[in-house]
């Protein structure tokens, strides 16, 4: 199973996290070659400093992935962390974890430049 991950900052507004989250997804279906029915399970979290909607919903309604497991969950409160920020991971069966592509967007490439291909 391949755990891909990803992150992307947001405003703390519904439809600027809802955007966020979606383009983050959108990100990693096209870096990994893959479709919303690959995805076994998808894991968000969130800094605290994000609390107008979750995640999961924008992108469950958006990708119509009415059978997948979606959980999401505050973010560890480190200080000097990367603000407004959301995370995820996707579990995809059958897929090498030395094929996943992860996908820090914008800001967030700063969290991990060392294994950074997307956008």
């Known amino acids: 199973m ?3 991950r990803g992150a992307i ?4 507004t ?9 383009e983050l997804m959108e990100a ?12 076994t399970a998808v894991f968000f979290s969130v800094t605290k400093d994000l609390d107008a909607c979750y995640p999961a919903k924008a992108v469950r309604e958006h990708f ?5 497991a979606f959980m999401c969950f505050a973010e560890m409160s480190v200080v000097d962390a990367l603000a407004h920020c ?4 996707v579990l995809v069966d059958g897929m090498a974890q030395s094929r996943c592509k992860h996908c820090y967007i914008g800001e967030a490439s700063s969290l991990r430049p060392d294994i950074v291909s997307g956008a």
């Open 2 to 4: 391949g755990a891909i």
């Open 86 to 89: 959301i995370r995820v991971c």
């Open 14 to 22: 519904k439809e600027d996290i809802s955007a966020r989250s979606v």
């Open 64 to 68: 119509a992935m009415k059978d997948t």
């Open 28 to 39: 990693i279906f096209s870096e990994n070659s893959l479709s919303p029915d690959d995805v």
């Open 9 to 12: 900052c947001a405003k703390n």
